[in-house]
């Protein structure tokens, strides 16, 4: 079974619009860690935001947030006030607590937004 | 300070030559990670090291990868044989150890291709 399952594989979003990336995920561990990644066309991966599952507040990072739904294993990301520079592929990655399960993150396919001037 | 930095950035190989791409991690991350994305795709893990603990080897495809880091700091990740379906971006990423906080930081990639 997928452990990272997004499920948007690209979207277009209006410049200065929000726009939401949908990500759930799939771990019987309550101790885990969620991520999402930017990866522009150049190629890097830009970390962008951290949910810890026992963190009772969402996330922020300027304007990045994080909606976290725990009983429905979502973690979506969203984007405010979408800017040209936004246009990347976007990458949720999950992180369990289990020692069985490792220390790597696991990742989803990627979402490809494109923002629209 | 510096990030991640791996060597090449492009590789271009025949078919059945062995590669060496080499990552050299963020000064003080203790947590190194190789990944290959193919074009398109997501991060497939591959290895994983942390301190002088065993390394993670469960994302290795097949007995031709092999990766070893020297003193704790930098990693070689070798392709023996290579074959057309090895090509791919490989991507290492450190961490400032192995808490669940702690975000990768990757590198910029090497670019393989195998002809």
């Known amino acids: 079974a997928q452990k990272i399952t997004q499920t948007q594989p690209g979207m277009f979003v209006q410049e200065k619009e929000a726009v939401t990336l949908d990500c759930t995920y799939d771990t019987s561990d309550q101790s885990y860690g969620l991520f999402w990644y930017k990866q522009p066309s150049s190629g890097e991966m830009i970390f962008l935001i951290y949910q810890g599952s026992y963190d009772e507040q969402n996330a922020t990072e300027g304007r990045y947030s994080l909606n976290f739904q725990k009983a429905r294993k979502s973690a979506n990301l969203v984007i405010s006030a979408s800017q040209l520079g936004d246009s990347a592929m976007y990458f949720c990655a999950m992180r369990e607590g289990r020692k069985a399960a490792g220390n790597k993150l696991t990742f989803g396919g990627g979402t490809r937004v494109l923002v629209k001037p | 300070g510096a990030g991640v930095s791996q060597s090449p950035s492009n590789k271009v190989t025949e078919k059945g030559k062995d590669v060496e791409l080499r990552c050299d991690p963020i000064?003080?991350?203790?947590?190194l990670y190789w990944y290959r994305q193919s074009l398109g795709q997501g991060l497939e893990f591959l290895i994983y090291?942390?301190?002088?603990?065993?390394?993670?080897k469960s994302g290795l495809p097949s007995d031709r990868f092999s990766a070893e880091r020297t003193g704790g700091s930098v990693s070689t990740l070798t392709i023996q044989r290579t074959q057309q379906e090895d090509s791919a971006v490989y991507l290492c990423a450190s961490s400032l150890g192995d808490r669940r906080t702690s975000p990768l930081h990757f590198g910029n990639g090497t670019r393989l291709t195998v002809t």
């Open positions: 090291f942390q301190g002088n603990s065993a390394p993670d």
């Open positions: 000064s003080g991350h203790t947590a």
